[in-house]
């Protein structure tokens, strides 16, 4: 058989994603089996649209774990006379070996291609969403609690950067230009240090009435932080363990430079709205520090919003990263991304639709099931 039908076609994609089915049905029976004791996470599998969001999402985290073992071949191999191959097309001179979903216009094979993709974006969205909710929890925190001039100052700043359109602030950050200038290393070198100051923050207040324990789990974030800080801001770790490609700490910090500010004034908000509750004046009443009560009175009574802005970011960042890589301001040319390969497919659309059809609707997928993911959350947040 030269050509695979589409059921074959199927058949043997499910077949490659064995391991992702094996990780879901684990992760579900577990998660089912014990959900009233895990909380919120929990009560996600009481909600039909939260489950369904998170299998779609868990998928997606699954082929970026196990892409090594699902790709059929490498990303960036090209076949002599696989060029637009039709998706279930048998590869010439070699016994059972199809392009699945079809070759691209380099004759790459978009299947491969597609679940490298999976791993390059959740590689960058959901790390860089993090640092960018540490940055506006450490500032948003201080700013609604206390107010006066810090807040005056960062709301300012924060207004400043939402002042301009989205994407204009994106395509600007991430030009090469840009990077030229070294501006690009001085936001990671500001960016970076927030998640360090969080964390010791954090343990500090927790542990404040027990030294021996504060001084030694500040010591170690302060030690292993820093070090990651020196490699990632700067590709200055000597061992080699931290460090980030030019293009993708470009890429990394206009996704934390940009969800920073909007981060920042929902944490702000809340903070207002929350410190005037009684468990606050409980807190205060007890003698506990300013920096004890934002993060461990308000900040876990803020999680239910924070969560859920947390998975629609992750969605926002992934359309905003598929939209640079279309634009070619990807992390590289030849990279596997999903808005790379959506750009590099455009081209024959109407001829061969199949390069860029199936990175779009992997694209779609993952995006949609952050939203219903964030819909479950959201749900089940409001029973608290």
């Known amino acids: 058989m030269d050509n695979l039908t589409w059921p074959?076609?199927?058949?043997?994609?499910?077949?490659?994603?064995?391991?992702?089915?094996?990780?879901?049905?684990?992760?579900?029976?577990?998660?089912?089996?014990?959900?009233?004791?895990?909380?919120?996470?929990?009560?996600?599998?009481?909600?039909?649209?939260?489950?369904?969001?998170?299998?779609?999402?868990?998928?997606?985290?699954?082929?970026?774990?196990?892409?090594?073992?699902?790709?059929?071949?490498?990303?960036?191999?090209?076949?002599?006379?696989?060029?637009?191959?039709?998706?279930?097309?048998?590869?010439?001179?070699?016994?059972?070996?199809?392009?699945?979903?079809?070759?691209?216009?380099?004759?790459?094979?978009?299947?491969?291609?597609?679940?490298?993709?999976?791993?390059?974006?959740?590689?960058?969205?959901?790390?860089?969403?993090?640092?960018?909710?540490?940055?506006?929890?450490?500032?948003?925190?201080?700013?609604?609690?206390?107010?006066?001039?810090?807040?005056?100052?960062?709301?300012?700043?924060?207004?400043?950067?939402?002042?301009?359109?989205?994407?204009?602030?994106?395509?600007?950050?991430?030009?090469?230009?840009?990077?030229?200038?070294?501006?690009?290393?001085?936001?990671?070198?500001?960016?970076?240090?927030?998640?360090?100051?969080?964390?010791?923050v954090l343990l500090n207040a927790r542990y404040r009435t027990d030294p021996p324990r504060r001084n030694l789990y500040v010591g170690i974030t302060l030690a292993i932080g820093l070090w990651a800080y020196s490699g990632l801001a700067f590709n200055a770790d000597p061992t080699g363990v931290w460090s980030m490609d030019p293009n993708l700490l470009n890429v990394f910090v206009s996704v934390v430079f940009v969800n920073s500010p909007t981060v920042y004034r929902i944490v702000r908000g809340i903070t207002m709205d929350l410190k005037s509750r009684d468990y606050v004046s409980a807190a205060q009443t007890r003698g506990e520090s300013p920096w004890y009560i934002m993060l461990w009175e308000i900040l876990p009574n803020a999680r239910g919003p924070l969560i859920v802005d947390f998975c629609l970011r992750i969605g926002y960042t992934t359309i905003l990263l598929g939209t640079l890589g279309f634009f070619g301001l990807g992390v590289s040319p030849e990279s596997p991304d999903w808005g790379s390969t959506i750009n590099d497919g455009r081209r024959l659309l109407s001829i061969f639709p199949h390069p860029a059809v199936v990175p779009a609707l992997a694209l779609m997928s993952l995006v949609l099931g952050l939203n219903l993911l964030a819909d479950g959350l959201r749900e089940e947040s409001l029973k608290d």
């Open 8 to 200: 074959l076609i199927l058949g043997k994609a499910a077949v490659q994603f064995l391991p992702v089915w094996i990780a879901l049905v684990v992760v579900f029976a577990l998660s089912i089996t014990y959900k009233r004791k895990l909380g919120l996470y929990g009560r996600l599998f009481d909600s039909p649209v939260g489950m369904i969001g998170f299998g779609i999402v868990m998928f997606w985290v699954f082929t970026a774990l196990f892409a090594d073992l699902i790709i059929t071949h490498a990303p960036l191999e090209q076949i002599s006379g696989m060029k637009n191959a039709p998706p279930g097309s048998l590869i010439k001179g070699r016994e059972a070996e199809w392009y699945l979903f079809g070759g691209d216009s380099l004759a790459r094979d978009v299947f491969s291609r597609m679940v490298m993709g999976a791993r390059r974006v959740l590689s960058i969205a959901p790390a860089a969403t993090l640092i960018a909710f540490m940055v506006g929890v450490t500032l948003g925190l201080p700013a609604g609690y206390f107010g006066g001039r810090f807040d005056t100052g960062t709301s300012f700043a924060a207004n400043l950067v939402l002042a301009f359109p989205v994407i204009l602030l994106f395509y600007l950050l991430v030009t090469p230009e840009i990077r030229d200038t070294g501006i690009p290393t001085v936001l990671a070198a500001v960016l970076f240090l927030f998640p360090v100051i969080f964390v010791a």
